[in-house]
């Protein structure tokens, strides 16, 4: 068996497909590499087998996207499906296969006798997942354009069966995307259910009253106070802020206190970490523990991304821990810009659309999936029919997005958008991108949804309201 491992000079870079391929071209039966991008895994091999050129962009668009589809495991077999009822054997559930022509044709499909689901909506929710702008989906071999994607279910296939086709290219740029990240402090989260009656006033006040306990600690030690803290009693649907329904006979009988604090110095943190146990025996009735124990502290490492020229970056080849080639870079097909300052084109077919009476919630309309770019989070909403498209294309502008979610937006500029939508019509998709929603992503976040998968169930509650009979259109 041979071996190739790939390292480079900066290591935390978006690394190619390309020279995956080459190590594949020079007899490697197994790669190794160091930061890469996902679809990579898939599009060097394809690009191997193939011999697809660097300015074959329509392609290297197609291969990167049979990467883009399958890189999450079961997320397009059926898994965190938007019709999660439908879905059979989850304890089984199977990867899904891409079989992927010369041409750029893809089939994906999975391994019979096993759980899940291959159908439209499953492959389109994984198509718009965490990605921004439909037309310009930056990766390091080629710029991707998916708006016109299509994807159409083949019948007479155990499991289900797709094709998906339509992937358009164009130049990649001169530039790495790079994720990096600082140390910013320590961090810690108590999670202590709580029960009886008025559950959720009694999470809120124990979680206040251990923030005064422990903010009175440090003013006697000298400590600053927290840089940040977040307090989210679950159960009480404080994530949906506004939009949470509230119950008239006190609430839930059951809840569970969110409790994050954020500290530059890990002292403070490990105070807070001491003062939970506490509130067991001084505060509210019915806290039944605390979640894992004592809260843990950890240091907060919080991402930031920069353009990196790929002419600085040296890749190396390894052949069984001994070099044998610098791969160079071939800068020749690549182009200066990064991001298209266009804005999204909006179709002006909406103005004679018919209305009526009735009113839909958005799940019975169409799919969603949500995911996340470090602070910002993108949801994507694909039309159950194309029939619905013309009315989610009407009801749901940014405008009526950053309405929706401003309890989660943190606007740092009075005027500033936060909330961008792109359009795929090839599947009859919308994907919006929600500009500093996460409170600082990942890892650097304090709520209970740091890389907003929940938003795009958040969303299925949406009113589409004054349209006609949609059902009896499709009927």
């Given at each position: 068996?041979?071996?190739?491992?790939?390292?480079?000079?900066?290591?935390s870079?978006?690394?190619r497909?390309?020279?995956?391929?080459?190590a594949?071209?020079?007899g490697?039966?197994?790669?190794?590499?160091?930061r890469?991008?996902?679809?990579g895994?898939?599009?060097?091999?394809?690009?191997?087998?193939?011999g697809?050129?660097?300015?074959?962009?329509?392609?290297l668009?197609?291969?990167?996207?049979?990467?883009h589809?399958?890189?999450?495991?079961?997320?397009?077999t059926g898994g965190?499906?938007?019709?999660?009822?439908?879905?059979p054997d989850?304890?089984?559930?199977?990867?899904?296969i891409v079989e992927?022509s010369?041409?750029?044709?893809l089939?994906?499909s999975?391994?019979?006798d096993?759980?899940?689901?291959?159908?439209?909506?499953t492959?389109a929710?994984?198509?718009?997942y965490?990605v921004?702008?439909?037309?310009?989906?930056?990766?390091p071999?080629?710029?991707?354009?998916?708006?016109?994607?299509?994807?159409t279910e083949i019948?007479?296939?155990?499991?289900?069966?797709?094709?998906v086709?339509g992937?358009?290219?164009?130049?990649p740029?001169?530039?790495y995307?790079?994720?990096?990240?600082y140390?910013?402090g320590?961090?810690?989260?108590?999670?202590?259910?709580?029960?009886?009656p008025?559950?959720?006033?009694?999470?809120?006040h124990t979680?206040?009253?251990?923030?005064?306990?422990?903010?009175l600690i440090?003013?006697?030690?000298g400590?600053?106070?927290?840089?940040?803290?977040?307090?989210?009693?679950?159960?009480?649907?404080d994530?949906?802020?506004?939009?949470?329904?509230?119950?008239?006979d006190?609430?839930p009988?059951?809840?569970?206190?969110?409790?994050?604090?954020?500290?530059?110095?890990?002292?403070?943190?490990?105070?807070?970490?001491?003062?939970?146990?506490?509130?067991?025996?001084g505060m509210?009735?019915?806290?039944?523990?605390?979640?894992?124990?004592?809260?843990r502290?950890?240091?907060?490492?919080?991402p930031?991304?920069?353009?990196?020229?790929?002419?600085?970056?040296?890749?190396?080849l390894?052949?069984n821990?001994?070099?044998v080639?610098?791969f160079?870079?071939?800068?020749?097909?690549?182009?200066?810009e990064?991001v298209?300052?266009?804005?999204p084109?909006?179709?002006?077919e909406?103005?004679?659309l018919?209305?009526?009476?009735?009113t839909?919630?958005?799940?019975d309309?169409?799919y969603?999936?949500?995911?996340d770019?470090?602070n910002?989070?993108?949801?994507?909403?694909?039309?159950?029919?194309?029939?619905?498209?013309?009315?989610?294309k009407?009801?749901?502008?940014?405008?009526?997005l950053?309405?929706?979610?401003?309890?989660?937006l943190?606007r740092?500029?009075?005027?500033e958008?936060?909330?961008?939508?792109?359009?795929?019509?090839?599947?009859?998709?919308?994907?919006?991108?929600?500009?500093n929603?996460l409170g600082?992503?990942g890892?650097a976040s304090?709520?209970?949804?740091p890389?907003?998968?929940a938003?795009g169930?958040m969303?299925?509650?949406f009113?589409i309201k004054?349209?006609p009979?949609?059902?009896?259109?499709?009927?």
């Amino acid at each position: 068996m041979v071996t190739f491992s790939l390292s480079s000079s900066t290591s935390s870079e978006e690394s190619r497909a390309r020279p995956i391929s080459r190590a594949l071209d020079l007899g490697a039966d197994i790669v190794v590499t160091g930061r890469c991008v996902d679809s990579g895994i898939v599009l060097g091999p394809l690009i191997h087998s193939f011999g697809w050129n660097r300015d074959e962009f329509d392609l290297l668009a197609a291969g990167s996207l049979a990467g883009h589809l399958i890189e999450c495991g079961a997320q397009c077999t059926g898994g965190i499906f938007t019709d999660w009822h439908a879905v059979p054997d989850w304890h089984n559930i199977g990867f899904p296969i891409v079989e992927c022509s010369s041409e750029g044709d893809l089939i994906i499909s999975k391994p019979p006798d096993t759980g899940g689901q291959i159908s439209f909506g499953t492959v389109a929710e994984q198509l718009v997942y965490e990605v921004g702008n439909p037309q310009r989906y930056l990766l390091p071999d080629v710029t991707c354009d998916f708006s016109e994607v299509s994807i159409t279910e083949i019948p007479g296939i155990e499991g289900g069966a797709v094709k998906v086709q339509g992937a358009k290219g164009s130049p990649p740029s001169k530039f790495y995307k790079v994720s990096a990240a600082y140390l910013d402090g320590f961090r810690a989260t108590a999670v202590c259910p709580v029960g009886g009656p008025k559950a959720v006033q009694k999470g809120k006040h124990t979680a206040e009253s251990i923030l005064k306990r422990t903010r009175l600690i440090f003013s006697q030690l000298g400590y600053e106070d927290y840089s940040a803290v977040n307090i989210q009693v679950l159960g009480s649907e404080d994530t949906y802020g506004p939009h949470a329904r509230r119950s008239v006979d006190g609430g839930p009988r059951e809840a569970v206190i969110w409790l994050a604090v954020h500290h530059k110095q890990k002292e403070a943190v490990e105070i807070f970490s001491k003062e939970i146990a506490p509130a067991g025996t001084g505060m509210a009735p019915g806290l039944t523990g605390v979640v894992g124990g004592r809260p843990r502290v950890s240091p907060v490492l919080k991402p930031f991304f920069f353009l990196y020229p790929k002419s600085n970056v040296q890749i190396n080849l390894f052949l069984n821990g001994q070099h044998v080639e610098t791969f160079e870079e071939d800068l020749t097909f690549t182009s200066e810009e990064v991001v298209s300052s266009d804005p999204p084109k909006i179709n002006s077919e909406l103005k004679d659309l018919p209305s009526g009476p009735h009113t839909y919630r958005l799940e019975d309309l169409a799919y969603t999936r949500s995911g996340d770019k470090g602070n910002s989070a993108n949801i994507g909403v694909i039309a159950r029919h194309p029939l619905y498209y013309p009315y989610l294309k009407k009801t749901l502008t940014a405008q009526a997005l950053e309405n929706y979610f401003q309890h989660l937006l943190e606007r740092e500029k009075p005027e500033e958008k936060l909330v961008t939508r792109y359009e795929l019509p090839g599947i009859h998709g919308l994907n919006f991108v929600l500009k500093n929603s996460l409170g600082g992503g990942g890892i650097a976040s304090l709520r209970s949804d740091p890389q907003g998968k929940a938003l795009g169930q958040m969303l299925l509650d949406f009113q589409i309201k004054n349209v006609p009979d949609l059902k009896s259109l499709i009927e």
